[in-house]
């Protein structure tokens, strides 16, 4: 089934055995594909590959401030979100014009208030797949579970690549999941929403940075940047970034939590003639607007394509 293959979502025999079997295409479902689909290229085109830009201009830059690392790896959180999840949209959608009805892969993740949510929402098929034939038979969490975990997340890494950065990132996970399963279980209950949403991000684009550089050497520079170490809070060109892309980091950071599906919907069951006269015309636009971009870019594909 060609269009998840590439990246994902992971789809096991078991879940499309029984359209193998008896599989119907439906003008619904070829309905919902093509909206699924453009939502998902909309997505690569509009925001993943404009967040990219930015989060290389400012994270390949020959001097790294305070502002720029961080504004750098914001950029590229939105980026790898949208593009991987704009992906799945994509594959999802074909799979339904085909009759294949595919698994969510993704569910808002950057709304998360700890690590270990954020790894139920990121990837849900990868973690499922890594759950269900690697943790629990090697014992799950009855039977040597800090080995277990560790062991997961180190497959993890090596799965994204054969590179040291990505061991250092599984691990670097591995370790913060297991401090939460079991020193900061607690702690995190009783601290109110928003900070552990903070933390959650901070610990997220950390992550993310380790992933970003395969050198560790320019990962250890990115570091030190980050948190001032010889390096200045910000520079001129850390300020014009933020002023240039202020509207981009707007609509990502709206566009990564479910406030739009919530409103839209909401309108949807108020006005009934709502969905109908706006579903084909807001798709027929992204279609039209995908198709103007795609005629100004050179080829640029999908993050997940390297791994």
């Not at 994270?59 to 790896?73: K, P, Q």
């Not at 594959?91 to 595919?102: D, P, Q, S, Y």
Request: aromatic share 18%; charged share 15%.
């Amino acid at each position: 089934m060609f269009p998840q293959l590439v990246a994902g979502p992971i789809v096991r025999y078991d879940d499309i055995a029984p359209y193998l079997k008896n599989r119907r295409v439906t003008a619904d479902d070829m309905a919902y594909g093509i909206k699924r689909f453009t939502a998902g290229l909309l997505k690569k085109l509009a925001l993943a590959n404009a967040a990219g830009e930015a989060a290389a201009m400012l994270l390949e830059g020959t001097r790294l401030t305070v502002a720029s690392s961080w504004l750098g790896m914001l950029m590229y959180t939105f980026q790898i979100y949208f593009d991987f999840s704009g992906y799945s949209d994509m594959a999802i959608g074909m799979g339904r014009m085909f009759g294949f009805k595919f698994k969510e892969n993704f569910d808002y993740p950057y709304i998360s208030k700890n690590i270990t949510e954020f790894w139920r929402r990121w990837h849900i098929s990868l973690s499922s797949f890594f759950r269900d034939y690697v943790y629990i038979p090697l014992g799950g969490n009855r039977y040597k579970h800090v080995r277990n975990i560790l062991i997961v997340w180190l497959l993890t890494g090596l799965w994204h690549g054969a590179s040291w950065n990505f061991v250092i990132w599984g691990l670097f996970y591995g370790v913060i999941l297991l401090a939460e399963k079991t020193l900061f279980k607690r702690k995190l209950l009783e601290i109110p929403s928003p900070f552990c949403h903070i933390y959650t991000l901070v610990i997220v684009m950390l992550g993310w940075a380790i992933f970003y550089f395969t050198d560790i050497n320019s990962l250890w520079t990115f570091i030190k940047g980050a948190f001032g170490i010889g390096s200045q809070l910000y520079d001129l060109t850390s300020v014009s970034a933020i002023c240039t892309n202020l509207w981009l980091i707007v609509v990502c950071a709206i566009g990564i939590t479910p406030v739009p599906a919530v409103i839209y919907g909401h309108l949807c069951k108020k006005h009934a003639r709502f969905a109908a006269i706006t579903e084909p015309v807001l798709v027929a636009l992204g279609l039209a607007l995908c198709f103007v971009m795609l005629v100004g870019q050179t080829y640029n594909p999908f993050l997940y394509f390297r791994f």
